[in-house]
Protein backbone atom coordinates (compact mmCIF):
# COMPACT_ATOMS: atom_id res chain seq x y z
CA UNK A 1 0.00 0.00 0.00
CA UNK A 2 1.17 3.52 -0.97
CA UNK A 3 1.95 6.10 1.22
CA UNK A 4 1.60 9.49 1.22
CA UNK A 5 4.09 11.93 3.19
CA UNK A 6 3.05 15.77 3.19
CA UNK A 7 5.58 18.03 1.49
CA UNK A 8 5.93 19.70 4.72
CA UNK A 9 7.66 16.66 6.24
CA UNK A 10 10.13 15.69 3.12
CA UNK A 11 13.53 17.10 2.85
CA UNK A 12 12.59 19.84 0.46
CA UNK A 13 12.16 23.55 0.02
CA UNK A 14 9.49 23.46 3.18
CA UNK A 15 11.80 21.68 5.01
CA UNK A 16 15.47 22.67 4.31
CA UNK A 17 18.70 20.80 6.02
CA UNK A 18 18.87 23.78 8.20
CA UNK A 19 15.83 24.00 9.87
CA UNK A 20 14.90 21.99 13.26
CA UNK A 21 11.92 21.26 13.56
CA UNK A 22 11.68 20.95 17.19
CA UNK A 23 13.78 24.35 17.80
CA UNK A 24 11.38 25.93 15.34
CA UNK A 25 8.26 24.80 16.85
CA UNK A 26 9.22 25.52 20.24
CA UNK A 27 10.28 29.17 19.75
CA UNK A 28 6.44 29.50 18.03
CA UNK A 29 4.94 28.48 21.39
CA UNK A 30 7.46 30.59 23.26
CA UNK A 31 6.82 33.26 21.39
CA UNK A 32 2.81 32.87 21.86
CA UNK A 33 2.91 32.35 25.63
CA UNK A 34 4.65 35.42 25.29
CA UNK A 35 2.01 37.12 23.34
CA UNK A 36 -0.51 35.32 25.92
CA UNK A 37 1.04 37.06 28.88
CA UNK A 38 -0.14 40.27 26.34
CA UNK A 39 -2.91 39.32 24.98
CA UNK A 40 -4.88 38.13 26.85
CA UNK A 41 -3.47 38.41 30.05
CA UNK A 42 -2.13 41.51 30.58
CA UNK A 43 -5.99 43.08 28.81
CA UNK A 44 -6.92 40.91 32.14
CA UNK A 45 -5.04 41.90 34.94
CA UNK A 46 -4.86 45.55 33.60
CA UNK A 47 -8.79 45.46 33.16
CA UNK A 48 -9.61 44.25 36.75
CA UNK A 49 -6.74 45.40 38.23
CA UNK A 50 -8.08 49.12 38.45
CA UNK A 51 -11.05 51.42 39.16
CA UNK A 52 -14.14 50.25 37.43
CA UNK A 53 -14.78 53.37 35.76
CA UNK A 54 -10.81 52.70 33.95
CA UNK A 55 -11.72 48.90 33.10
CA UNK A 56 -12.08 49.63 29.77
CA UNK A 57 -9.31 52.56 28.70
CA UNK A 58 -7.14 50.05 30.62
CA UNK A 59 -7.69 46.96 29.21
CA UNK A 60 -8.06 49.34 25.58
CA UNK A 61 -4.66 50.29 25.73
CA UNK A 62 -3.11 47.30 25.91
CA UNK A 63 -4.83 45.84 22.93
CA UNK A 64 -3.72 48.74 21.20
CA UNK A 65 -0.33 48.52 22.15
CA UNK A 66 -0.29 45.34 21.06
CA UNK A 67 -1.64 46.13 17.41
CA UNK A 68 0.01 48.75 16.83
CA UNK A 69 3.37 47.18 17.60
CA UNK A 70 3.11 44.61 15.58
CA UNK A 71 2.57 46.53 11.86
CA UNK A 72 5.86 48.99 13.19
CA UNK A 73 8.00 45.98 13.80
CA UNK A 74 7.27 44.52 10.80
CA UNK A 75 7.15 47.38 8.33
CA UNK A 76 10.55 49.56 10.02
CA UNK A 77 11.30 48.27 13.83
CA UNK A 78 12.97 44.97 13.84
CA UNK A 79 15.75 45.54 11.53
CA UNK A 80 16.19 48.52 13.67
CA UNK A 81 16.61 46.20 16.71
CA UNK A 82 18.12 42.71 14.67
CA UNK A 83 19.37 43.93 11.99
CA UNK A 84 22.95 45.09 10.57
CA UNK A 85 24.96 48.07 12.65
CA UNK A 86 24.02 51.80 11.57
CA UNK A 87 25.69 52.53 15.13
CA UNK A 88 26.54 50.60 18.13
CA UNK A 89 23.41 50.88 19.50
CA UNK A 90 21.07 51.32 16.61
CA UNK A 91 20.45 48.75 13.59
CA UNK A 92 19.40 49.85 9.83
CA UNK A 93 15.76 50.42 9.60
CA UNK A 94 13.73 47.99 6.61
CA UNK A 95 10.80 46.23 6.73
CA UNK A 96 10.76 42.52 7.29
CA UNK A 97 7.91 41.28 4.97
CA UNK A 98 9.76 40.06 1.96
CA UNK A 99 9.18 36.29 1.15
CA UNK A 100 12.65 35.92 0.15
CA UNK A 101 13.68 37.26 3.65
CA UNK A 102 11.40 35.81 5.93
CA UNK A 103 11.54 31.96 4.79
CA UNK A 104 15.56 31.80 4.82
CA UNK A 105 17.65 30.82 7.81
CA UNK A 106 17.73 32.83 10.76
CA UNK A 107 20.55 35.38 11.46
CA UNK A 108 21.59 38.35 13.70
CA UNK A 109 24.19 40.10 11.49
CA UNK A 110 25.70 41.96 14.09
CA UNK A 111 26.14 39.59 16.52
CA UNK A 112 29.52 38.16 15.78
CA UNK A 113 31.78 39.23 18.36
CA UNK A 114 35.72 39.44 17.91
CA UNK A 115 38.76 39.84 20.01
CA UNK A 116 40.49 42.79 20.34
CA UNK A 117 42.90 41.93 17.56
CA UNK A 118 40.05 41.10 15.04
CA UNK A 119 39.76 37.96 15.04
CA UNK A 120 36.53 35.62 15.90
CA UNK A 121 35.64 34.41 18.95
CA UNK A 122 31.91 33.97 18.47
CA UNK A 123 30.41 33.41 15.37
CA UNK A 124 27.45 35.16 14.30
CA UNK A 125 24.06 34.06 15.48
CA UNK A 126 22.29 31.22 12.87
CA UNK A 127 19.16 29.77 15.21
CA UNK A 128 17.98 26.61 13.07
CA UNK A 129 14.76 28.21 12.20
CA UNK A 130 13.23 30.81 9.39
CA UNK A 131 13.65 34.29 9.88
CA UNK A 132 9.95 34.48 9.90
CA UNK A 133 10.06 32.73 13.41
CA UNK A 134 12.77 34.98 14.59
CA UNK A 135 10.52 38.34 13.46
CA UNK A 136 7.37 36.71 15.30
CA UNK A 137 9.23 36.26 18.40
CA UNK A 138 10.93 39.19 18.91
CA UNK A 139 7.86 40.78 17.84
CA UNK A 140 6.16 39.43 21.49
CA UNK A 141 8.80 41.06 23.52
CA UNK A 142 8.33 44.20 21.75
CA UNK A 143 4.76 43.79 22.70
CA UNK A 144 4.94 43.35 26.28
CA UNK A 145 7.17 45.86 26.69
CA UNK A 146 4.75 49.20 25.71
CA UNK A 147 2.53 47.06 27.67
CA UNK A 148 4.40 46.89 30.92
CA UNK A 149 5.10 51.25 30.02
CA UNK A 150 1.43 51.82 30.19
CA UNK A 151 0.83 50.32 33.57
CA UNK A 152 2.54 53.49 35.19
CA UNK A 153 -0.04 55.78 33.04
CA UNK A 154 -3.51 54.16 33.48
CA UNK A 155 -6.55 55.91 34.93
CA UNK A 156 -5.43 59.81 32.83
CA UNK A 157 -3.62 59.12 30.08
CA UNK A 158 -5.27 60.83 26.86
CA UNK A 159 -5.96 57.61 24.58
CA UNK A 160 -4.84 59.48 21.26
CA UNK A 161 -1.43 60.48 23.14
CA UNK A 162 -1.15 56.45 23.66
CA UNK A 163 -1.99 55.93 20.20
CA UNK A 164 0.71 58.50 18.86
CA UNK A 165 3.49 57.32 21.85
CA UNK A 166 3.41 53.64 21.11
CA UNK A 167 4.90 53.57 17.67
CA UNK A 168 7.15 56.45 18.60
CA UNK A 169 8.62 55.24 21.60
CA UNK A 170 9.23 51.89 20.13
CA UNK A 171 11.24 53.68 17.48
CA UNK A 172 13.61 55.79 19.29
CA UNK A 173 13.67 53.83 22.89
CA UNK A 174 13.24 49.43 22.45
CA UNK A 175 15.13 49.37 19.57
CA UNK A 176 17.98 51.08 21.06
CA UNK A 177 18.34 48.76 23.74
CA UNK A 178 17.32 45.68 21.56
CA UNK A 179 19.85 46.16 19.39
CA UNK A 180 22.89 47.13 22.37
CA UNK A 181 22.12 44.12 24.00
CA UNK A 182 20.94 41.30 21.88
CA UNK A 183 21.36 42.50 18.54
CA UNK A 184 24.99 42.66 18.06
CA UNK A 185 25.39 46.51 20.16
CA UNK A 186 27.80 47.75 21.90
CA UNK A 187 26.85 46.33 25.07
CA UNK A 188 26.09 42.70 23.72
CA UNK A 189 30.07 43.00 22.55
CA UNK A 190 31.16 44.46 25.52
CA UNK A 191 29.52 41.24 27.47
CA UNK A 192 26.41 42.81 29.31
CA UNK A 193 24.78 39.63 30.52
CA UNK A 194 20.54 40.25 29.99
CA UNK A 195 19.15 36.72 29.37
CA UNK A 196 15.85 37.58 28.73
CA UNK A 197 15.07 40.81 28.69
CA UNK A 198 15.98 42.40 32.53
CA UNK A 199 17.05 45.08 31.02
CA UNK A 200 15.43 45.48 27.74
CA UNK A 201 12.14 45.01 28.84
CA UNK A 202 11.77 45.62 32.56
CA UNK A 203 13.42 48.25 33.61
CA UNK A 204 13.06 50.00 29.85
CA UNK A 205 8.96 50.07 30.78
CA UNK A 206 9.81 50.49 34.02
CA UNK A 207 12.07 53.62 33.99
CA UNK A 208 9.98 55.62 31.15
CA UNK A 209 6.63 54.29 33.08
CA UNK A 210 8.01 56.46 35.57
CA UNK A 211 8.83 59.27 33.52
CA UNK A 212 5.99 59.29 30.84
CA UNK A 213 3.59 59.33 34.59
CA UNK A 214 5.70 62.38 35.43
CA UNK A 215 4.90 63.92 32.36
CA UNK A 216 1.60 63.09 31.90
CA UNK A 217 0.66 64.18 35.26
CA UNK A 218 -1.18 62.56 38.11
CA UNK A 219 -4.40 60.53 38.33
CA UNK A 220 -7.76 62.33 40.10
CA UNK A 221 -6.64 63.08 44.03
CA UNK A 222 -9.48 60.89 44.86
CA UNK A 223 -8.57 58.50 42.13
CA UNK A 224 -5.14 58.39 43.61
CA UNK A 225 -6.62 57.73 47.73
CA UNK A 226 -8.88 55.32 46.24
CA UNK A 227 -8.54 53.34 43.33
CA UNK A 228 -9.33 49.68 44.32
CA UNK A 229 -9.49 46.70 41.77
CA UNK A 230 -12.93 46.08 40.23
CA UNK A 231 -12.46 42.22 40.09
CA UNK A 232 -9.88 40.45 42.15
CA UNK A 233 -10.34 36.63 40.65
CA UNK A 234 -9.68 38.13 37.00
CA UNK A 235 -6.93 39.65 38.24
CA UNK A 236 -5.53 36.20 39.43
CA UNK A 237 -6.31 34.81 36.27
CA UNK A 238 -4.31 37.51 34.47
CA UNK A 239 -1.63 37.19 36.80
CA UNK A 240 -1.62 33.29 35.87
CA UNK A 241 -1.56 34.04 32.58
CA UNK A 242 1.53 36.38 32.92
CA UNK A 243 3.43 33.80 35.25
CA UNK A 244 2.58 30.54 33.08
CA UNK A 245 3.64 32.55 29.80
CA UNK A 246 6.74 33.59 31.36
CA UNK A 247 8.18 29.81 30.59
CA UNK A 248 8.23 31.13 27.20
CA UNK A 249 9.90 34.46 28.13
CA UNK A 250 12.99 32.99 29.44
CA UNK A 251 12.63 29.87 28.02
CA UNK A 252 12.37 30.63 24.52
CA UNK A 253 15.75 33.16 24.28
CA UNK A 254 18.72 30.11 24.08
CA UNK A 255 17.27 30.23 20.41
CA UNK A 256 16.65 26.28 20.89
CA UNK A 257 15.02 23.59 22.77
CA UNK A 258 18.17 23.23 24.59
CA UNK A 259 19.48 22.25 28.07
CA UNK A 260 19.54 25.62 28.70
CA UNK A 261 15.95 26.19 27.85
CA UNK A 262 15.24 23.97 30.71
CA UNK A 263 17.51 25.35 32.80
CA UNK A 264 15.95 29.34 32.63
CA UNK A 265 12.09 27.55 32.80
CA UNK A 266 12.81 25.79 35.79
CA UNK A 267 15.07 28.88 37.54
CA UNK A 268 12.20 31.44 36.50
CA UNK A 269 9.46 29.11 38.34
CA UNK A 270 11.95 29.12 41.38
CA UNK A 271 12.48 32.54 41.78
CA UNK A 272 8.91 33.43 41.54
CA UNK A 273 7.47 31.63 43.84
CA UNK A 274 10.50 32.54 46.61
CA UNK A 275 9.84 36.06 45.63
CA UNK A 276 6.28 35.47 46.44
CA UNK A 277 5.79 33.74 49.33
CA UNK A 278 8.53 36.71 50.85
CA UNK A 279 6.63 39.48 49.54
CA UNK A 280 3.54 37.63 51.07
CA UNK A 281 5.05 36.87 54.60
CA UNK A 282 6.08 40.66 55.05
CA UNK A 283 2.70 41.97 54.11
CA UNK A 284 1.79 39.42 57.46
CA UNK A 285 4.68 40.76 59.64
CA UNK A 286 3.57 44.40 59.15
CA UNK A 287 0.22 44.67 58.09
CA UNK A 288 -1.21 41.59 59.65
CA UNK A 289 -2.96 40.12 56.83
CA UNK A 290 -1.28 38.76 53.35
CA UNK A 291 -2.46 41.05 50.59
CA UNK A 292 -3.69 39.36 47.19
CA UNK A 293 -2.53 41.74 45.13
CA UNK A 294 0.78 42.06 46.82
CA UNK A 295 0.83 38.69 46.42
CA UNK A 296 1.16 39.23 42.89
CA UNK A 297 3.39 41.87 43.18
CA UNK A 298 5.88 39.93 44.38
CA UNK A 299 5.34 37.10 42.11
CA UNK A 300 6.04 39.76 39.44
CA UNK A 301 9.12 40.85 40.94
CA UNK A 302 10.39 37.61 41.45
CA UNK A 303 10.01 36.95 37.31
CA UNK A 304 11.37 40.11 36.24
CA UNK A 305 14.45 39.51 38.81
CA UNK A 306 15.40 36.32 37.19
CA UNK A 307 14.84 37.33 33.67
CA UNK A 308 18.77 38.64 33.00
CA UNK A 309 19.91 35.61 34.46
CA UNK A 310 17.58 32.91 34.02
CA UNK A 311 19.55 30.18 31.90
CA UNK A 312 22.54 31.29 33.47
CA UNK A 313 22.51 30.79 37.24
CA UNK A 314 22.16 27.92 39.66
CA UNK A 315 18.89 26.36 41.20
CA UNK A 316 20.20 27.96 44.74
CA UNK A 317 20.83 31.53 42.69
CA UNK A 318 17.24 31.25 41.66
CA UNK A 319 15.82 30.95 45.31
CA UNK A 320 18.58 33.90 46.80
CA UNK A 321 17.53 36.39 44.28
CA UNK A 322 13.90 35.05 44.53
CA UNK A 323 14.12 36.27 48.57
CA UNK A 324 16.08 39.65 47.57
CA UNK A 325 13.45 40.36 44.82
CA UNK A 326 10.69 39.74 47.30
CA UNK A 327 12.66 42.32 49.91
CA UNK A 328 14.24 45.32 48.26
CA UNK A 329 11.17 46.03 45.86
CA UNK A 330 8.19 45.40 48.76
CA UNK A 331 10.94 48.43 50.66
CA UNK A 332 10.88 50.83 48.38
CA UNK A 333 7.29 50.71 47.65
CA UNK A 334 5.78 50.28 50.84
CA UNK A 335 8.81 52.22 52.73
CA UNK A 336 11.04 54.26 50.53
CA UNK A 337 7.99 55.36 48.35
CA UNK A 338 6.20 56.90 51.12
CA UNK A 339 9.45 59.02 52.20
CA UNK A 340 10.51 60.00 49.03
CA UNK A 341 8.59 63.62 47.78
CA UNK A 342 9.97 62.42 44.16
CA UNK A 343 8.31 59.06 44.54
CA UNK A 344 5.21 60.55 46.13
CA UNK A 345 4.68 63.18 43.54
CA UNK A 346 4.85 60.78 40.16
CA UNK A 347 1.69 59.09 39.87
CA UNK A 348 2.68 55.80 38.81
CA UNK A 349 -0.13 54.14 38.89
CA UNK A 350 0.35 50.29 39.55
CA UNK A 351 3.87 50.64 40.40
CA UNK A 352 5.90 49.96 37.53
CA UNK A 353 9.02 51.41 38.75
CA UNK A 354 9.28 49.23 41.99
CA UNK A 355 8.10 45.95 40.15
CA UNK A 356 10.22 46.67 36.95
CA UNK A 357 12.79 48.67 37.24
CA UNK A 358 14.01 48.11 40.52
CA UNK A 359 13.80 44.34 39.91
CA UNK A 360 15.06 44.69 37.21
CA UNK A 361 18.47 46.63 38.01
CA UNK A 362 18.58 44.08 40.81
CA UNK A 363 18.22 41.05 38.66
CA UNK A 364 20.65 42.37 36.36
CA UNK A 365 23.07 43.34 39.25
CA UNK A 366 23.11 39.75 40.59
CA UNK A 367 23.24 38.72 37.41
CA UNK A 368 27.07 39.72 37.65
CA UNK A 369 27.67 38.15 41.12
CA UNK A 370 25.94 34.25 40.62
CA UNK A 371 26.61 33.77 36.90
CA UNK A 372 27.84 30.63 36.31
CA UNK A 373 30.38 30.23 33.99
CA UNK A 374 29.80 26.31 32.53
CA UNK A 375 25.80 27.71 32.23
CA UNK A 376 27.63 31.01 30.80
CA UNK A 377 29.26 29.08 28.28
CA UNK A 378 25.93 27.50 26.68
CA UNK A 379 24.88 30.96 26.06
CA UNK A 380 27.08 34.01 26.11
CA UNK A 381 29.19 35.48 23.53
CA UNK A 382 31.92 36.66 25.49
CA UNK A 383 33.75 33.75 26.57
CA UNK A 384 35.35 32.86 30.46
CA UNK A 385 32.18 35.23 31.06
CA UNK A 386 31.17 34.66 34.55
CA UNK A 387 30.00 36.15 38.26
CA UNK A 388 32.07 37.71 41.03
CA UNK A 389 31.26 35.15 43.14
CA UNK A 390 33.54 32.58 41.17
CA UNK A 391 36.19 34.68 41.54
CA UNK A 392 39.22 35.93 39.02
CA UNK A 393 37.70 38.34 36.67
CA UNK A 394 34.18 38.20 37.73
CA UNK A 395 34.21 41.46 39.35
CA UNK A 396 34.81 43.15 36.32
CA UNK A 397 31.01 41.70 35.23
CA UNK A 398 29.38 42.92 38.18
CA UNK A 399 31.01 46.25 36.93
CA UNK A 400 29.72 45.62 32.88
CA UNK A 401 25.86 45.13 34.38
CA UNK A 402 25.94 48.28 36.51
CA UNK A 403 27.17 50.04 33.76
CA UNK A 404 24.37 48.25 31.24
CA UNK A 405 21.80 49.78 33.61
CA UNK A 406 22.85 52.57 33.62
CA UNK A 407 22.89 53.05 29.84
CA UNK A 408 19.24 51.58 29.76
CA UNK A 409 18.18 54.14 32.40
CA UNK A 410 19.63 56.95 30.94
CA UNK A 411 19.08 56.32 27.71
CA UNK A 412 15.15 55.86 28.43
CA UNK A 413 14.56 58.45 30.33
CA UNK A 414 16.05 61.29 28.07
CA UNK A 415 13.74 59.86 24.68
CA UNK A 416 10.73 59.54 26.56
CA UNK A 417 10.90 62.88 27.64
CA UNK A 418 11.64 64.16 24.38
CA UNK A 419 8.62 61.99 22.69
CA UNK A 420 5.84 62.92 25.32
CA UNK A 421 6.89 67.00 24.83
CA UNK A 422 7.00 66.25 21.02
CA UNK A 423 3.61 64.82 21.60
CA UNK A 424 2.09 67.54 23.64
CA UNK A 425 2.74 70.12 21.47
CA UNK A 426 -0.21 68.71 19.32
CA UNK A 427 -2.23 66.74 21.33
CA UNK A 428 -3.29 66.96 25.29
CA UNK A 429 -1.06 64.40 27.26
CA UNK A 430 -4.05 64.15 29.94
CA UNK A 431 -7.28 63.59 29.70
CA UNK A 432 -9.66 66.58 30.40
CA UNK A 433 -10.96 66.60 34.40
CA UNK A 434 -14.55 65.78 33.27
CA UNK A 435 -12.67 62.72 31.15
CA UNK A 436 -11.34 61.96 34.52
CA UNK A 437 -14.12 62.51 36.48
CA UNK A 438 -16.36 60.03 34.32
CA UNK A 439 -14.20 57.36 33.04
CA UNK A 440 -14.81 54.94 30.43
CA UNK A 441 -18.13 56.15 29.23
CA UNK A 442 -16.57 59.50 28.39
CA UNK A 443 -13.71 58.33 26.77
CA UNK A 444 -14.83 55.30 25.00
CA UNK A 445 -18.83 55.85 25.08
CA UNK A 446 -18.10 51.73 26.54
CA UNK A 447 -18.16 50.34 30.27
CA UNK A 448 -16.78 47.35 31.57
CA UNK A 449 -20.21 46.33 33.77
CA UNK A 450 -23.82 47.32 33.31
CA UNK A 451 -23.53 49.45 36.71
CA UNK A 452 -23.50 52.92 37.99
CA UNK A 453 -21.24 53.56 40.71
CA UNK A 454 -18.03 54.04 42.04
CA UNK A 455 -17.72 57.35 42.56
CA UNK A 456 -18.08 58.71 38.59
CA UNK A 457 -19.56 62.08 38.66
CA UNK A 458 -23.43 60.79 37.83
CA UNK A 459 -24.50 62.32 34.62
CA UNK A 460 -28.54 61.73 33.41
CA UNK A 461 -26.96 61.72 29.64
CA UNK A 462 -24.53 59.42 29.69
CA UNK A 463 -25.78 56.94 32.46
CA UNK A 464 -29.94 57.20 32.06
CA UNK A 465 -32.11 57.81 34.63
CA UNK A 466 -33.02 55.51 37.62
CA UNK A 467 -36.11 55.44 39.58
CA UNK A 468 -36.90 52.35 41.83
CA UNK A 469 -40.84 52.36 41.66
CA UNK A 470 -40.59 52.57 37.89
CA UNK A 471 -38.45 49.42 35.98
CA UNK A 472 -39.29 48.56 32.31
CA UNK A 473 -40.48 52.02 31.03
CA UNK A 474 -37.23 51.73 29.26
CA UNK A 475 -37.15 55.92 29.80
CA UNK A 476 -33.48 56.73 29.87
CA UNK A 477 -32.29 53.38 29.64
CA UNK A 478 -31.01 53.57 26.37
CA UNK A 479 -28.74 50.42 25.25
CA UNK A 480 -26.96 49.65 28.24
CA UNK A 481 -30.19 48.51 30.82
CA UNK A 482 -31.34 49.60 34.11
CA UNK A 483 -28.58 51.16 35.73
CA UNK A 484 -28.29 50.09 39.19
CA UNK A 485 -27.01 52.49 41.94
CA UNK A 486 -24.26 51.47 44.22
Known sequence: MATYVPTAYQNGTTSPDWLNKGDNAWQMVSATFVGMQSMPGLVILYGSIVKKKWAVNSAF?????????????????????????????????????GQKYLIGAAHLPASQ?????GTVETPM???????????????????????????????????????????????????VGAFS???????????????????????????????????????????????????????LAGAGLLWMGWSGFNGGDPYAANIDSSMAVL???ICAATSLLVWTCLDVIFFGKPSVIGAVQGMITGLVCITPAAGVVQGWAAIAMGVLSGIIPWFTMMVLHKR????????DTLGVFHTHA????????????????????????????????????????????????????GWNVVATS?????????????????????????????????????????????????DDTTHGDGRGQGARGVTIEL
Open 125 to 175: LTPLFPMATMVYFQFSFAAITLILLAGSVLGRMNIKAWMAFVPLWLTFSYT
Open 267 to 269: NTN
Open 418 to 466: IILLVISLVIPLRMTDEQLLIGDDAVHGEEAYALWGDGEKYDNTRHGLY
Open 358 to 409: VAGVLGGALTGLFAEPALCSLFLPVTNSKGAFYGGPGGVQFLKQLAGACFII
Open 113 to 117: HNYHN
Open 181 to 235: LWGGGFLFQWGVIDYSGGYVIHVSSGISGFTAAYWVGPRLTKDRERFPPNNVLLM
Open 340 to 347: STLLQKVD
Open 61 to 97: MALYAFSAVMICWVTWAYKMAFGHKLLPFWGKAGPAL
